[in-house]
């Protein structure tokens, strides 16, 4: 299944439950504690893990549709970016994005 299509899936379940369509607090609230129970099945090596992030996935797909987000080009374009983003160790060994090169230097994309 491609992501729009999961997208407007969940949505339509969402609406023939009769569950929330508008209040966009309630589901990024809602959305936190399904991420905190898939937390809670890896941290406990529970084997229901997969099924705790597909509840994760399934709101961030209804959420998207309820604020009219493209998530599928949202992907397509978000990876695109982190494909061609270059990352470095810092000082104290934690990964970071190199910020971007300033406009005329090389890999600015500028002139």
């Not at 961030?60 to 270059?86: F, P, Y």
Request: proline share 6%; with cysteine.
């Amino acid at each position: 299944m491609d992501i729009r299509s999961a997208q407007r899936a969940a949505w339509a379940n969402k609406v023939a439950k009769g569950f929330s369509t508008t209040d966009v607090p309630l589901e990024f609230c809602l959305l936190s504690g399904e991420v905190a129970e898939a937390f809670d099945a890896w941290r406990t090596g529970r084997a229901d893990l997969a099924e705790e992030l597909a509840d994760v996935a399934i709101y961030v797909l209804s959420l998207a549709e309820m604020v009219g987000a493209d998530l599928e080009q949202a992907v397509a374009a978000k990876m695109a970016i982190n494909e061609a983003r270059a990352c470095r160790h810092n000082p104290s060994g934690a990964l970071v994005k190199d910020p971007p090169a300033p406009p005329g230097e090389p890999g600015s994309g500028g002139r």
